[in-house]
């Protein structure tokens, strides 16, 4: 079956570490995107990424960072720079890019002890 | 800068009664609009995607329509059952990015 994989599905981290959150998508879609949700709020763009090797900030993309060395993964590290990390957070594809459906991931939910 | 608003923030009807949930957004100049479900805890799942030029899609037992000059959306949900209480959330696409709204939290009681 075809679809985005992200994983852990829980995640807690101390204060001052660094965690990485798996993306991995078998749909052979160009573009990825990284999303932020908090309670009552809708999602907030981190990063995206339209191809390989190249990706762009989108709105909140202060203490994260990502990398896109292949066409299926696109992992989100979370940097002790992130001063609120605590949140959902969802990865999502597109064939192309805009205009597109988005297809989601599960989710990885990250808690700061 | 483009803002998408939904209202009410949550919904509670009967098994079986339609309904009809809403969208606002403040720019007109958009590619699309799409609708999704979001189940607790989990992913988003894509119901409909309505391209600017269309003024309505159609899955099942729902129906989306578009009004672009009014910057409204709307999502109608024939026959509801407790299968469909989940969070809704529309999404707009623009020139920039996509943007969401915060969603509506649809309970259906049996």
């Known amino acids: 079956d075809g679809g985005i994989t992200q994983s852990p599905k829980y995640l807690f981290r101390k204060e001052g570490q660094n965690v990485t959150l798996s993306c991995e998508q078998n749909?052979?879609?160009?573009?990825m995107y990284w999303y932020r949700q908090d309670p009552g709020q809708g999602l907030r763009l981190i990063y995206y990424?339209?191809?390989?090797?190249?990706?762009q900030k989108g709105d909140i993309a202060e203490g994260y960072s990502v990398s896109r060395e292949k066409k299926e993964s696109f992992p989100l590290t979370v940097t002790s720079a992130q001063k609120n990390p605590t949140a959902f957070y969802l990865c999502?594809?597109?064939?192309?890019?805009?205009?597109?459906?988005?297809?989601f991931g599960p989710g990885t939910r990250l808690t700061v002890l | 800068k483009q803002e998408v608003t939904q209202i009410p923030a949550a919904l509670s009807v009967p098994e079986g009664e339609n309904l009809v949930l809403n969208c606002s957004f403040t720019?007109?100049?958009?590619?699309?609009l799409q609708w999704f479900r979001q189940d607790p805890g989990k992913g988003l799942t894509s119901l409909l995607l309505?391209?600017?030029?269309?003024r309505e899609q159609t899955s099942g037992r729902l129906n989306a329509s578009l009004d672009k000059s009014s910057g409204r959306s709307t999502l109608y949900i024939a026959a509801s059952q407790p299968g469909d209480s989940a969070t809704y959330l529309c999404?707009?696409?623009?020139?920039?990015?996509?943007?969401f709204g915060a969603g509506t939290r649809l309970t259906v009681k049996p």
């Open positions: 999502a594809s597109t064939l192309s890019g805009r205009g597109d459906t988005q297809y």
């Open positions: 749909l052979n879609h160009d573009a």
């Open positions: 990424s339209q191809i390989v090797n190249d990706f």
């Open positions: 720019d007109s100049a958009i590619y699309n």
């Open positions: 309505i391209q600017s030029s269309q």
């Open positions: 999404a707009v696409e623009d020139n920039n990015d996509m943007r």
